[in-house]
């Protein structure tokens, strides 16, 4: 009777070691994954179990934390003026998780990051709680209120970057949205929550528009083409006449017309006049002069077409589609397919502005540790060359020109070069419903040029014209213009 | 067996007692748990927990009076078995303890604070393991309520029928003024002792009267019937009391002992090819196993927007990791209900004392399975060898049952991890468990009695003419 006795010995031993096995799996092969499953209750438990740390403008905090009593979560996150930040922060919600800024510096803002290791250590050592660091933004207060209360009750986004760096200085979106008031787990919240949510809230105040949401660019887009002409030669002096006849006929469609905005005289009229006077018919001759190739080469150099521009919180795709003769044509106007964010918009008048050199945008600059000890320091990073510089220097100066005595006048700032593009973009069938009113600007000094802008307005139902964008938009570019030179001086 | 060749691992002569050994061991048995409540209660309260001198004292007592009668009516006895099972009642009653401070699943609908009656089965269990000890001189009296156990294991394992369900297993009975009893916990042990008894005479019949075919040893029908029978009866307590970890234990239990007793590999191969019928044709019935099989597939599956318990179990030893949260610091309530400190308390482990902290208590019930089935190898009659490597697969099958389920390793039933969980039946079926194994193994390591002088060895007469 042993030697079935040994064998089932060895089977009660590979019953145990089976059991070995699996734990060994899901503690250890499974064990982070498992950890850090979004339903784990306990990834919340952890984010609220200490006061969270911060996200810094200009050295002050925009967000707080409060201790609740609601069961598990000892603490909730409470935000200044979070209207106005919610498109930086994003929101850390105990009963809704948690989205931009707030979730992805998680670990640091939590305390639980890898690299707080050492500070953790110290911690355990001391005896004292895990705290959070802080996350140092790069964005600029002042030109922040500016964008925000220049948007006021309209719907629109305002993207504003430091051509020099890539820093983002203002990220406004409205309608906005409080993320203080979803914060918690109380049925209120609840409700606030679901008030938000686009089902039940055509106004998207959750959407950030000036990161997440595309527009056409219209009339803003045709700095690209403009650029594009330059640098692919079919035009090197922007105040030569070009060949340009109006009315302009859609290649390969049977007569169908290219128009321009009212009755303004845009027959064979140079570079500069017709970014002034914003023809349709030159750029859209000039996108389908050049063909869709060499436009879309230009645009991705500028950052369309780029799924990953991650600011950290990622933007979403601009597009300047692969398309026939005619549409290219209309794209090179910024109609028809292509699309564009607000930062996008932004990014060109920067890299213009910054002598035809993109800068990589972010707008987290610094973490830091709880002790003060900076993690991670972001150091800026160029990201392409759409223009030479000479180029960028001609670009520059019919944009100034706009401003000067185009479209663009609005504008203006005493003793400062404005350089400046407007734009309203149609959209809907049949361009039934109210355009976008766009302007994209820079700021220069004798300094530099510390501020370049995007600014989009939707519904502007008031004007259909293509000053709309001028009108309406320009003077919010302008407040933030200036209140980001404001705090150079 | 031939009584001549020499197969016990244990010489008859000369064997130390070990109990100088087992005094030892059981002292670490002690000071381990009583370390383990010092440190919930710091991470708790950040104070030494108040019951800590009256933890010791009992659980040392306990351990101490266990010992003395060890030493006493089983001085051969293994001298592992009583350190482990020990430790583990302990660490049992710590667990326990800790999760009685969690106020949301120590409300008064769930049953409140266990440990404290926990407390009190465990004294009863080693009550019994006295009692056991004592009054069971040699083992091999059970062999003559063979049929009696028989008529008993029926009996205990069909009436949950006649209660109602509870936790959605029909495998308790309720008696008035008492409690609930699980009277599977028994029924195991019982029916190893009619199991062993029976086999013990039958064997030679199921193991030559056979036909050969296709390399197999085909039993004749009428061995082959018990068998069904009791493949059937398994079945039956499954689909009757949705109770998929009894019947498994019950059939498991019933194959390893006919191996053991005919050494044919043939009622291995009819073991696992009925079993295997069995399980498809009630999985095609039963909508309660559907659903364990269904969650054993998707662990992390959300229902009605909700994290399931055997979600929440997987994230608990998922959060536990290597190390483990630490004593009292980790989450597992949010597994909810009744069920942590019972069917899953597994994962309390898991979570608080991490994966080498699970790992070391599998490998506790590892050497106790293996001193188990040591045991009946030493054991020197088939009735002790029978009944000592039944008790042992029963455990083994138990453990690997509820720990594979648990972990996900198979799908989950709703069964006790032995003397860690909660749950009076199982902690005082179990310490008699371990007794009888105590027993046999005193028996079988007892040295010989020293031969009477026999006539046959004097010299030879030389008888002259």
């Known amino acids: ?489 | 067996m031939s009584s001549t060749t020499n197969t016990t691992t244990i010489g008859t002569i000369g064997a130390p007692s070990r109990r100088n050994t087992e005094l030892a061991l059981l002292v670490f048995a002690v000071i381990i748990p009583v370390f383990a409540y010092i440190n919930v209660g710091l991470a708790k309260e950040e104070t030494v927990p108040a019951g800590v001198l009256g933890y010791t004292l009992g659980l040392g007592l306990l351990a101490g009076v266990a010992h003395l009668v060890v030493r006493k009516w089983a001085p051969y006895a293994d001298p592992l078995m009583l350190p482990i099972a020990t430790l583990l009642n302990g660490l049992g009653l710590v667990f326990i303890w800790r999760l009685d401070q969690e106020p949301q699943i120590s409300t008064p609908q769930l049953g409140g604070a266990m440990a404290p009656g926990q407390l009190m089965w465990s004294t009863l269990g080693v009550a019994l393991f006295l009692g056991v000890l004592i009054f069971l001189k040699d083992h091999r009296v059970l062999q003559r309520y063979t049929y009696i156990s028989m008529v008993v294991a029926l009996v205990l394992l069909i009436s949950p029928i006649f209660f109602p369900a509870r936790f959605g297993a029909r495998i308790w009975i309720t008696i008035p003024g008492v409690g609930s009893l699980q009277p599977g916990e028994f029924a195991k042990i019982i029916i190893a002792i009619f199991f062993a008894g029976y086999l013990m005479v039958k064997r030679d019949a199921l193991a030559l009267a056979s036909r050969r075919f296709m390399g197999l040893y085909l039993p004749r029908g009428r061995d082959l019937g018990p068998i069904l029978v009791i493949w059937a009866l398994s079945l039956m307590i499954l689909v009757f009391e949705t109770d998929l970890g009894t019947s498994l234990l019950f059939f498991g239990l019933f194959v390893i002992m006919l191996y053991v007793a005919t050494e044919r590999t043939s009622w291995i191969v009819f073991g696992l090819l009925l079993s295997a019928g069995g399980a498809v044709a009630v999985a095609t019935f039963e909508s309660h196993v559907q659903v364990r099989v269904h969650n054993w597939l998707n662990p992390l599956e959300l229902l009605n927007g909700g994290v399931t318990e055997t979600a929440q179990a997987m994230y608990s030893f998922g959060s536990g990791g290597i190390l483990g949260s630490g004593l009292g610091q980790g989450y597992s309530r949010l597994i909810g209900g009744i069920a942590p400190k019972s069917d899953y308390i597994l994962a309390t482990v898991g979570e608080e004392i991490g994966l080498a902290g699970l790992m070391a208590i599998l490998m506790l019930y590892g050497l106790l399975i293996e001193r188990g089935i040591r045991t009946a190898l030493a054991a020197r009659d088939p009735f002790g060898k029978l009944l000592a490597v039944g008790l042992s697969g029963a455990f083994a099958l138990q453990v690997f049952v509820v720990a594979g389920g648990v972990t996900g390793l198979i799908p989950l039933t709703g069964m006790t991890m032995p003397f860690l969980a909660q749950g009076g039946s199982s902690v005082i079926a179990n310490w008699a468990l371990v007794a009888i194994l105590l027993r046999i193994s005193d028996t079988a390591r007892r040295p010989a009695p020293t031969p009477a002088p026999s006539t046959d060895a004097e010299m030879t007469q030389v008888v002259r003419p």
């Open chain 1, 1 to 489: 009777m042993n030697k079935p006795l040994r064998r089932v010995a060895i089977f009660c031993g590979l019953l145990v070691l089976a059991l070995l096995v699996r734990v060994n799996w899901v503690q250890f092969v499974e064990g982070d994954q498992l950890k850090n499953d979004t339903n784990n209750r306990r990834v919340a438990i952890e984010r609220y179990s200490t006061p969270r740390g911060n996200i810094i403008v200009d050295g002050k905090a925009i967000t707080g934390s409060t201790t609740t009593d609601s069961g598990d979560f000892k603490y909730k996150r409470t935000y200044k003026n979070g209207k106005m930040w919610a498109p930086v922060t994003g929101y850390a919600s105990q009963a809704f998780d948690a989205n931009q800024l707030e979730k992805l510096n998680d670990g640091i803002l939590t305390g639980t990051d890898d690299r707080l290791f050492f500070s953790r250590t110290v911690d355990m050592f001391t005896g004292s709680k895990q705290k959070g660091g802080n996350v140092v933004t790069t964005l600029d207060a002042k030109a922040q209120k500016a964008a925000f209360e220049g948007l006021g009750n309209q719907k629109g986004a305002v993207a504003a970057i430091n051509p020099e760096t890539g820093a983002i200085l203002a990220l406004a979106s409205t309608p906005s949205y409080d993320p203080s008031t979803f914060a918690g787990m109380s049925n209120k919240d609840a409700e606030a929550y679901n008030g938000l949510l686009k089902k039940n809230n055509p106004d998207e105040p959750m959407l950030n528009r000036a990161l997440r949401q595309t527009y056409p660019p219209g009339s803003t887009f045709k700095v690209v083409t403009a650029s594009a002409a330059l640098e692919n030669g079919l035009y090197t002096d922007v105040d030569a006449k070009t060949d340009s006849p109006v009315p302009y006929t859609l290649p390969d469609t049977a007569g169908l017309p290219l128009k321009n905005e009212g009755s303004i005289q845009c027959e064979n009229v140079s570079l500069r006049e017709a970014l002034r006077l914003s023809c349709n018919t030159v750029f859209g001759k000039v996108s389908a002069d050049l063909g869709n190739k060499k436009m879309k080469a230009e645009a991705e150099k500028f950052g369309f077409n780029n799924s990953k521009i991650d600011t950290p919180v990622r933007a979403a795709e601009s597009i300047f589609p692969t398309d026939n003769r005619p549409q290219n044509a209309m794209a090179g106007i910024g109609q028809a397919s292509n699309r564009a964010t607000p930062l996008q918009m932004a990014m060109v008048a920067s890299a213009v502005a910054n002598g035809g050199k993109l800068m990589r945008p972010y707008m987290v600059d610094q973490l830091v540790a709880p002790n003060l000890n900076v993690v991670q320091q972001h150091t800026p990073q160029e990201m392409s060359r759409p223009l030479s510089p000479e180029n960028a220097q001609k670009i520059q100066s019919i944009m100034e020109t706009v401003v000067k005595s185009g479209t663009g006048t609005n504008a203006q700032i005493p003793n400062v070069t404005v350089g400046g593009k407007t734009g309203t973009a149609q959209h809907g069938e049949n361009n039934k419903d109210n355009p976008y009113a766009w302007f994209i600007s820079y700021a220069k000094t004798d300094k530099g040029t510390p501020v370049a802008v995007a600014v989009v307005i939707e519904g502007s139902d008031t004007l259909r014209d293509d000053i709309a964008g001028g009108k309406l938009a320009a003077p919010i570019a302008k407040r933030v213009m200036e209140a980001v030179l404001e705090g150079e001086k």
